[in-house]
T-cell receptor, first 113, second 113 residues
Framework: AQSVAQPEDQVKVAEGNPLTVKCTYSVSGNPYLFWYVQYPNRGLQFLLKYITGDNLVKGSYGFEAEFNKSQTSFHLKKPSALVSDSALYFC???????????FGTGTRLKVLA | KAGVTQTPRYLIKTRGQQVTLSCSPISGHRSVSWYQQTPGQGLQFLFEYFSETQRNKGNFPGRFSGRQFSNSRSEMNVSTLELGDSALYLCASMAREGSYEQYFGPGTRLTVT
């Protein structure tokens, strides 16, 4: 079965420190990869995507993610965390020519002041 | 541009009843997807509509159905509600074919008692 794993339910980091939210996938073919963020009582907001090209993708709010095909990973990173980055982060995959998405279970990021 | 809107925002229903949820995509967006979000299962893809046709479908029972109108507005219907249907139902629209970037609405919180 095709799946997306976010191995950490929660990540805590001090403000100003770098952050990493992990995502691995187990799918056939060459997937498209995404990160979304969800703030309380709101829908998901698109952060970034990897379709093709450079393995390092830059997105909104200073976030970036690195696609690693051999490790089937797409970890989300930010050099310096802000308290306002505290939210629920979702990794997702889709497939070329389809618009069906598989989401991970989410990782709650807590940035401590 | 106005964002994706969903109505109602909150709904309480009784087991066995049916419910209809509505989603209005961002103006000009023709693809609308529906997701069920629960604490235990995370986000699960229900279906996707494009130009009034269901293009993709997730693994949900036939009690879950949807449709899309000529103005791209979409409705989702759940018949014979079960307690396990209690969830946040999210709708997302996509700007253009090939972008794969979804814009989510705030969701409808359905509680089944």
């Amino acid at each position: 079965a095709q799946s997306v794993a976010q191995p950490e339910d929660q990540v805590k980091v001090a403000e100003g420190n770098p952050l990493t939210v992990k995502c691995t996938y187990s799918v056939s073919g060459n997937p498209y990869l995404f990160w979304y963020v969800q703030y309380p009582n709101r829908g998901l907001q698109f952060l970034l995507k990897y379709i093709t090209g450079d393995n390092l993708v830059k997105g909104s709010y200073g976030f970036e993610a690195e696609f690693n095909k051999s490790q089937t990973s797409f970890h989300l990173k930010k050099p310096s965390a802000l308290v306002s980055d505290s939210a629920l982060y979702f990794c997702a995959v889709s497939f070329p020519g389809t618009y069906k998405y598989i989401f991970g279970t989410g990782t709650r990021l807590k940035v401590l002041a | 541009k106005a964002g994706v809107t969903q109505t109602p925002r909150y709904l309480i229903k009784t087991r066995g009843q049916q419910v209809t949820l509505s989603c209005s995509p961002i103006s000009g967006h023709r693809s609308v997807s529906w997701y069920q979000q629960t604490p235990g299962q995370g986000l699960q893809f229900l279906f996707e509509y494009f130009s009034e046709t269901q293009r993709n479908k997730g693994n949900f029972p036939g009690r879950f159905s949807g449709r899309q109108f000529s103005n791209s507005r979409s409705e989702m219907n759940v018949s014979t509600l079960e307690l396990g249907d209690s969830a946040l139902y999210l709708c997302a629209s996509m700007a253009r074919e090939g972008s794969y970037e979804q814009y989510f609405g705030p969701g409808t919180r359905l509680t089944v008692t």
